[in-house]
């Protein structure tokens, strides 16, 4: 269900209509839109009875939702949604293009900041890191836990660089949050619920991998979860999917990158180091995705690739992440996007940079 | 690295060898076989130096096992895993396959106790029934919780059945392993290493499922994950992957029994209700799933499926699951195996059922 | 469009609708059922109107097919359709399991005999063996081509084999007719839908294998492609779909044999030497195959399978195959079946088998 | 094997070599490059003596292919193969990006110019329309035939673009080659060797389009078919694979353009049309598609999409087109290509046409 409030409606009146759903033992989510806010109501009780809310003051319709995503939806939502970074210019979701990149996992705090030297200056706003890394095998190096984290602090104070990390259960999630700007839930656990819902109550924003089998309509019930907890910033990441087909690891789907456009007002972004395995298929794929209509590209580099403790096979040299950054410059204005200027973050310091930890705005 | 102790060598010795290697820095897991017990070395040091352990005694060769599934593997132990529930005639892996049936999801007292009297007169041993259940909207029924566990507890009291639920993070398990028999990890969740791991503390036996596009090697990987915390009770189970064929909810891939056969010595099942998502597939694909070699089955039955709260589709009427049981009780010999005699279960009564929670023979 | 003759409908009757159909432009097929005649109406001109034909004398309904597929669906006839052939006990569809085996390819009258003469002995009704090889490489063995098909009749003959063998273009399919009893269109020409109907002009039997990602839809309606032009005598062959897994060369779907038999009166079988791709699956999968309740098996065996000029590696050893045949003759009798004693066709001799070429009873 | 001819070879030598190749009852290819000339060697008689060739005058030496595609690789031929089209500018594979638009089917004479004229205007140089259409329903429309290509010749006359028509049997093919510019064997066809075989002795270009399971040495392979037989114009189309996600028809994997271009010399172009079945995904994935590297373009367009006789869901309409046009023009110079003059081919007129059926260069 979905209450439509008048486009003059006050504050109070959306308060109003909130404690109403809440009174009904439902959930309200008062989402700002435009030019009127809309209000969805969750909960698995049962269907909620309009009659009882048209009656209010300041509501203009009560919408049922045929959809089984809800929040997800543009129906709540038309326009897309753009998150941001207080003290930051960077967005995701926003004219700009949002560039993450850096290594696949965090080793040390040379590597981190020679890289996040690189990326910065290239033109990267996020830098992404493993601290937490989910290995096929127990006996493979998992990362560096909250060393890991602590460096990625220092390399977003150092380089201005927002960070986003992989937290895999409740008390990684918790360290992730203290430490870093975005929460990633990887594609292995896309559907584990119970990791969905801590990040929904989180106040970070939350990128959400698409699983190697998940449909569309998976893929966005994962959003939902998050968003049903109360966490609005919800980002999407296509990583690739898996199929017969043996000449990349995973199959990069940008099909998908319209299809959510249209459902939903979330931003979704590109994973071509994932989504190929392969370094010498992650520039074209990247402007690929930038071509489509991504909101962004998230980018492994790494300095040595070929010492890299994992992935190092698909991470791209500094250098060649300069000349991919110069091709997408060059496609984005396509798409009605643009690039930041290169080096724009390493240059402005980091005067505005809040405490990690301080409440941010969320948007929606 | 794996240590094949002599023939003879004493208990003493052995304990001798695994000291030494954890004072090395790596994990021992002693694992007796039928003529001899071998040693498996584990962690992520790097390897560890051959010469050091040749020459304590009692120990005949040290192997070095290239695979990267170690504990799993038949070159740890050749002969099948069987596991064995205390107080009961209930075993996994062994002579007598092992057949667990119960509902999607436990309902109420009435529902289970319905079922479980129907499964059990027809010769299951296992009573499954989910508490906690991963859904993909988060609006749709999430099972009864530790209530549902409870009612489990009742029924294994009631019915001399041993029980099988899914845990789906941390907290859940914890409740899990106090109530039930064994624990499962959903498909879901085949590559949540953080559940993997807890439920390698575990001490009860632990089902995981085959994710939905898990290759062989990342479901016999998921496996090592919990017997590399020193939980060696651990049955596999395979319930469908995901394909563009569309007949059927996913597509039920019986080669995989044989294939985990010949690579692994523990126990595996199929679940031909997810597997096929379809009441009228299941007695069909579970006849082939015996014929194939499989170590039992786990079925969905409900006494009025049509008004299951979820997954009633694919859920048999008893009366079906009677007509399975009569069936595949004439194919089992055909590939060496037995079915447990019809009712007897429940004619037993509960005279050597120990209560929940209190310690069992950990088999491996 | 399907009109539903009365059930005392005199064959004239029968004729005259035929007619009536065929001059308002469409094809009539005439499908005789237990009860009553049945009479499919195909074309591509837009619907009939049944107005038209309900008038005749005869017709007692006219009933719209909304399927896609019309010919090959339960509603134009409700009984299984039993494939025969004259001067043989040998059927397809029937409740004795149609057991085909031999080389993968023919390779010399001396190999092919001495695979006779196992296959025969051991209790199969049906020689398979490939004169003509769709190979992935323009420059592997193509097979022997006539010669090959001179020594297939040659095995015909002398042990009294009904004998199965692609065709891959119409200039092969019009000597595989000549030589064969049944006609063979393989998975990658599963779609080739010249060929299927230059099949569906042949008076042999067409076996139509399924196509490496062909829905069940799609399976369905190459069938209809032969059966269209008026050979209702097809057989379906599931060999395993693509899908991401490894372990096995292809997937064997075995949840399309109940599929198809719930829509379909045409027979089904599986094939399971390319459906794995791997001996050591191969006795596993026939056991599940005819649990699952499939009308026959297509094996590939070889007396020499490391000396194969192709697919050795998926071929039995003759003593394999005996021990298969001794346990599928365990389990048929579970699904309502029986295997042809073994031995049989080797020694009841030649005295009934007809010519090739002359004509058979086309059964439906 | 592989003979590299020394720089400065006379083609008398290259004839010398040739000849001895085929004396020893094999088949030579030789492929003229930019700086020397390589002679393939095929056939399946076993591997030829290499002895034997390196002391033929001219010869630099003699090497082995170890990869099973051989013509279509790399080693034989460094740069990119050009297909060209005597008496127009439209090519395949050079510096302008080869653009096919018209209707899915060719429906009537109207049909086409209307759209003939539309497409030409927006620059496209090749005019695609099905007159054999591959359906799914042998009741399905299945193109109008001779028909069809006696219309396609007039666009071509009229408008000066170059047709390119789908082959479906060794019949239609004949046909193809006398009325159109580029012979099309389709998905459903990729492994139909006969046609493939048969395509490669004609003298017309041949585009093979993947299969929709088909891997990319399968892919190659294909293409290997028809130059084995001596045609070496030979272009590929990524049309889409078949896997579990259900917001496309088909998973359109652009990952495999780079990967194709790796290893194979030949130009591969995308169609995004077939590749995910919905209009509003055509215009993305085309700039996807260009942004990637692909040659070219193959794209649905119809003026009346919704009477259109088949696809008509994923065509686009013709000022749809111009749009897709006009982005696709921004795009290409990033990765260094060009888009031909909008409206050039139609007003150049048609003086410089030749007659169907005559002879054109074969360029490789």
């Known amino acids: 269900m979905l209450v ?14 909130c404690q109403k759903i809440e009174a009904l033992g439902y959930r309200a989510h008062a989402i700002p839109g435009a030019e009127r806010t809309a209000i969805g ?23 049922r939702v045929t959809k089984p995503y809800k929040l997800v939806s543009r129906d709540i939502k038309a326009e897309n949604s753009v998150i941001r970074f207080p003290g930051s210019d960077a967005t995701i979701g926003g004219p700009t293009l949002a560039i993450m990149a850096g290594p696949c996992a965090i080793e040390s705090r040379d590597q981190a900041f020679a890289i996040a030297e690189r990326v910065s200056r290239a ?16 006996y493979s190096f998992q990362g560096l836990g909250e060393e890991g984290l602590r460096i990625m602090a220092e ?28 929460i990633q839930v990887g594609a292995r656990n896309m559907q584990n ?26 893929f966005l019930m994962a959003a939902e979860y998050v968003m049903s907890e109360g966490n609005y910033n919800v980002i999407l990441c296509e990583r690739g999917i898996r199929t017969f087909a043996d000449h990349t690891r995973n199959t990069l789907d940008l099909s998908v990158i319209p299809a959510v456009q249209r459902l939903s007002h979330l931003p979704i972004i590109v994973d071509p180091s994932q989504g190929t395995g392969k370094r010498n298929k992650v520039t074209p794929l990247s402007r690929a995705a930038v071509a489509v209509g991504a909101d962004g590209l998230i980018i492994e580099v790494h300095h040595r690739p070929d010492q890299a403790l994992s992935d190092g096979m698909q ?17 984005a204005p396509v798409v009605g996007r643009k690039v930041s200027v290169a080096g724009l973050n390493a240059t402005t310091g980091l005067a505005g940079v809040e405490t990690p930890g301080s409440d941010r705005a969320v948007n929606f």
């Open 41 to 63: 109501i969750t909960g698995n009780k049962g269907e909620i009875d309009p009659g009882s809310l048209e009656e209010i003051a300041g509501v203009q319709e009560v919408i």
């Open 193 to 218: 619920y119970s990791l969905l819902r801590r990040a929904g109550r989180s106040k970070r924003p939350v990128m959400v991998k698409r699983g190697m089998s998940a449909t569309l309509e998976e």
């Open 4 to 17: 439509v409030m008048q486009a003059h409606a006050t504050e109070e009146q959306v308060r109003g209509v």
């Open 155 to 182: 390399v977003r104070e150092n380089f201005g660089l927002r960070t986003i990390t992989e937290a895999i259960d409740n008390e990684s999630l918790e360290l992730v949050e203290q430490y870093a700007d975005i």
């Open 123 to 138: 033109g990267a706003q996020f830098f992404r890191g493993g601290a937490y890394k989910p290995r096929t095998s127990p």
């Open 315 to 331: 991470s791209l040299y500094p250098d060649q992440f300069d000349e991919l950054m110069s091709q997408i410059r060059q496609i």
